[in-house]
């Protein structure tokens, strides 16, 4: 009986998040298709330190669950002027992402690590979630529900279960 009512709470709770989108503990996981996204979140400074124009790293872990190389070639949202893929201290590049048949790979903040970043956002985000878009030629597009998160908390890696 506790089970049965566990499991109606649980699909209750995906539908209002929608069928392909998870929320835990404040940080958001999907799939499309063949791929999972693992812990996406944004980081931000508190609200009043926040301005428009303002860079913020966007971090995901991805995992890649078919026998064939998917591609993560496209992030955007409406939110900020474009979402781009920085390695360290260098320049953006555009987001062409290849996700090796059965692996992962992490796009989660650290020290000189790949990851995703909101350029000149729009306004400030303060803890808001935000609606962000990630395609995959082969596997389809995803909009996640994108939590923004305060920059002491740092979510680190998480290692994909």
Known sequence: MVAACLLLVCAACAEERGPDQWDRGGLVDGQV?????IHAHVLAPPMDAQKTGDDL???VTLVN???RDQVLNGVSTVHADS??????DEQPQPIEVTLPARRTVSLQEGHDRPHLELVGIHRPLGATPIDV??????AGTITLRVPVLPLS???GSPAPG
């Open 83 to 88: 979402v781009v893929y920085r390695e360290g």
């Open 153 to 155: 908390r740092g979510a």
């Open 57 to 59: 790293g966007l971090y």
């Open 133 to 138: 878009t990630f395609r995959f030629p082969s």
């Open 65 to 67: 669950n078919s026998d």
């Open 33 to 37: 298709g063949a791929v999972q996204l």
